[in-house]
């Protein structure tokens, strides 16, 4: 069952702008992580961000986390054509359950 | 460290046949996750492992699939018979810390049953 739900399901941007990518999901959870995912490929782990923290950096990545709101955003700032791909977000619930992924955002970036 | 190791990449077959998936997880990790993605439904966990012992596989279809951890190197995923709605692709991915923190996916096995 989907826990986390992505939006937009489709981005597409000129290289340079910033992409935010959204996630809601329902129930309480330990952390969130984020993963992207190239045509033809496995899923990359990007970031983790835990129940107790509300902003997390990663180079050009940006993870906020509202657990009031069980809402978190990806933002990708200074986009590179590199960067297009399929995001995804995922949940680790409470009570250390496997993760449990979105459908994903596909982000297209146009040089 | 070459990754998570998934094999075959591509596998092709007819409805009715035995399908079999295989995985070798980084080492020292001490889980591992099957999962299958299509358009439709997503990333769905099918069956996962701690320490080579089935945990949950509730996500599991039907009795069609099994899973086998015999060793911490090595997973098999066994679809028998096969029908064409198991088009999918089969992701394995392995975690050291015995939880869900951080997976490292392997490559997938594209399966197109005709």
């Known amino acids: 069952s989907q826990q986390g739900e992505e939006d937009p399901q489709a981005l597409s941007i000129q290289e340079g702008e910033n992409a935010t990518m959204n996630c809601s999901y329902k129930?309480?959870?330990?952390?969130l992580q984020w993963y992207r995912q190239n045509s033809g490929r496995g899923l990359v782990h990007l970031i983790l961000?835990?129940?107790?923290?509300r902003e997390k950096h990663s180079g050009r990545l940006r993870v906020t986390l509202d657990t009031s709101k069980k809402s978190s955003s990806l933002l990708i700032t200074a986009s590179r054509a590199a960067d297009t791909a399929s995001y995804f977000c995922?949940?680790?619930?409470?009570?250390?359950?496997?993760?449990?992924f979105g459908k994903g955002t596909r982000l297209s970036v146009i040089a | 460290d070459a990754g998570v190791i998934q094999s075959p990449r591509h596998e092709v077959t007819e409805m009715g046949q035995e399908v079999t998936l295989r995985c070798k997880p980084i080492?020292?990790?001490?889980?591992l996750f099957w999962y299958r993605q299509t358009m439709m439904r997503g990333l769905e966990l099918l069956i996962y492992?701690?320490?080579?012992?089935?945990?949950?596989d509730s996500g599991m279809p039907e009795d069609r699939f099994s899973a086998k951890m015999p060793n911490a190197s090595f997973s098999t995923l066994k679809i028998q018979p096969s029908e064409p709605r198991d088009s999918a692709v089969y992701f394995c991915?392995?975690?050291?810390?015995?939880?869900?923190?951080?997976?490292?996916f392997g490559s997938g096995t594209q399966l197109s049953v005709l």
């Open positions: 991915a392995s975690s050291p810390m015995g939880g869900s923190e951080k997976l490292f």
């Open positions: 129930t309480s959870i330990n952390n």
């Open positions: 961000i835990r129940s107790n923290e």
């Open positions: 995922a949940t680790e619930n409470s009570g250390n359950t496997p993760l449990v």
């Open positions: 080492s020292g990790h001490n889980s």
């Open positions: 492992f701690n320490n080579n012992v089935p945990i949950d």
